[in-house]
């Protein structure tokens, strides 16, 4: 069995799929890809059994691309990992070597006041990855990376400077994603979450506050709402929905029963367990 994550060795998916596989019993093989995208690629030719690629995080919000995948491919969410995020800069050269600081969006956009308090004159560059970052930096002393403290053991580089993300606590959700038809797919005992998406059949007055209603009157906890672009005109949304209880539950899978019926299309992702790092 093979577990596809972003690459190379320590990246901040690699610590999620640890903490995942440590409560799997099974020791999946790790494939260490370059970006989000090859994750979802290699899990549809089959290439790997699973994917761990990262769907939101504290300060910055949603990773779009997973989002956007998940709604392009017929894959379930079977876990989702909780991770503290601890960025740091770093680099073989010295502070005023800096010229260029490369990482991954998502790291570059939490670490945004840092990077304009303390390096006005750098050029940004980024990556499919933390790791890939702090690789790439290893060629050239005026690059720096931002990644993990465990990326900088990896990588033989110095750390430059230490939690340097804008917010804290930064915390970063990552979803263990599978074909749909896999038969592996465990079921969910406690801690269950099911996420759907879901695309309104037209536009009318109180479209949304009626599909609410039907986790509302069932006493259904949202644990997220987000809308995305459908992309078919601007203003045209598909919702993206988690909640907490698994569609073994009747009141979780009633209301899903009826949403389905009063909408253009609902996804189903899945019911999973969630793990949040201690
Ligand atoms: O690039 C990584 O290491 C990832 O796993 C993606 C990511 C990037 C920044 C914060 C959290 C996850």
Not at 24 to 33: A, E, Q, R, V
Not at 96 to 108: G, K, N
Not at 158 to 186: G, S
Request: proline fraction near 3%; include cysteine; glycine fraction near 6%.
């Amino acid at each position: 069995m093979k577990i596809g994550i972003l690459g190379p060795e320590s990246s901040y998916s690699e610590k999620a799929a640890n903490i995942w596989k440590a409560h799997l019993g099974t020791n999946p093989d790790i494939s260490y890809l370059k970006d989000i995208s090859e994750v979802f690629e290699v899990l549809q030719d089959n290439s790997i059994d699973y994917g761990v690629v990262p769907i939101e995080n504290s300060i910055e919000g949603s990773v779009g691309v997973t989002l956007d995948l998940l709604l392009e491919h017929e894959f379930s969410i079977i876990g989702e990992v909780v991770i503290h995020i601890h960025h740091c800069l770093l680099s073989r050269g010295k502070k005023e070597d800096i010229r260029i600081i490369l990482s991954h969006p998502q790291a570059l956009a939490q670490c945004r006041h840092f990077i304009r308090k303390n390096y006005t004159d750098v050029e940004i560059r980024t990556t499919g990855s933390t790791s890939h970052a702090a690789k790439l930096a290893t060629e050239f002393p005026e690059m720096a990376a931002i990644a993990s403290r465990k990326a900088s053991e990896s990588f033989g580089l110095d750390i430059l400077a230490e939690d340097i993300q804008d917010w804290k606590p930064d915390l970063t959700r990552f979803v263990v994603i599978a074909r749909k038809q896999d038969q592996r797919i465990q079921t969910c005992t406690r801690d269950c979450k099911t996420s759907i998406i879901v695309y309104l059949d037209r536009d009318h007055p109180g479209a949304l506050y009626e599909m609410l209603g039907e986790f509302a009157i069932r006493g259904i906890n949202l644990t997220r709402i987000e809308s995305r672009p459908s992309k078919m005109s601007l203003g045209d949304y598909v919702f993206y929905i988690d909640m907490n209880g698994s569609i073994k539950d009747s009141d979780v899978k009633e209301a899903l029963d009826n949403l389905n019926q009063n909408v253009y299309m609902l996804k189903n992702l899945g019911s999973y367990q969630s793990y949040m790092e201690e």
